[in-house]
């Protein structure tokens, strides 16, 4: 996702020989990050002053924390289930409910075996920047209710398909009880990890992978930069108030 690029003016007053002298200054600021940049926090209410979910890229942080994030559920295996398990590594699930429904035993297990979260990732997938706020409210709450109901926990976490969201995403996420919009700042696939900024991780960096085929490699590159990093995995959920 890449931001605007603003242009501010600065204009200095200065006092020479009783004359006032303007000095005009543009200043062109470019930030363009090919995972949505590394803000750690975006702005909690909009212009209205309505409540809204507050949106995190990173974990702001000075302990040696990485936090690990698996999306979808489209791929599911029984080995997926072992290989968490034996790692030991705390994960935050973002599980679109299309596939939830398809295998919610599943998901089960691999909760009451694992140290993991089970979090919301939409209906079915959709983007949800530009789309009305019922249809938006609808892709985040019915998910929650289906959870709480499956699982017996309301997800407190959200994160939106492709990253993509607006105003309308954070209040309707507020309203169906999340607390947090949680994108990334580095990403895991085919073995390989890729950054927002940087080569290697940091304390605080949020890694998205997915339930694919390579699940096993995907898993096993997150924890050989994690552990070179010196870094812990860590829950989403101890660390965002």
Not at 5 to 22: N, Q, T
Not at 27 to 40: D, I, P, Y
Not at 51 to 70: C, G, M, N
Request: with cysteine.
């Amino acid at each position: 996702m890449a931001f605007a690029s603003p242009k501010v003016r600065i204009f200095l007053w200065c006092g020479l020989g009783g004359l006032a002298v303007l000095v005009a200054a543009s200043v062109l600021v470019t930030a363009s990050v090919r995972l949505a940049g590394t803000h750690s926090v975006s702005p909690t209410s909009n212009t209205n002053g309505d409540s809204t979910t507050e949106a995190v890229h990173r974990v702001d942080t000075e302990e040696p924390v990485v936090f690990l994030t698996i999306d979808d559920g489209a791929s599911r295996t029984p080995e997926m289930i072992d290989e968490l398990q034996d790692s030991d590594v705390p994960t935050t699930l973002f599980l679109t409910d299309d596939y939830v429904q398809q295998d919610p035993e599943f998901f089960r297990e691999l909760r009451d075996r694992t140290e993991s979260t089970i979090e919301n990732h939409t209906l079915d997938h959709p983007d949800l920047s530009g789309k009305p706020y019922e249809k938006q409210r609808e892709e985040i709450c019915k998910p929650s209710d289906r959870y709480e109901d499956e699982f017996g926990r309301r997800p407190v976490l959200f994160r939106p398909p492709y990253g993509s969201y607006d105003d309308t995403t954070l209040r309707a996420a507020a309203d169906c009880g999340a607390q947090h919009l949680v994108h990334w700042s580095a990403e895991v696939a085919d073995g390989e990890l890729s950054y927002a900024a940087g080569d290697e991780l940091v304390p605080g960096d949020i890694v998205l992978m997915h339930f694919r085929s390579e699940f096993s490699r995907d898993l096993d590159a997150f924890l050989d930069q994690a552990d070179e990093a010196g870094l812990r995995p860590a829950l989403l959920t101890d660390y965002l108030d």
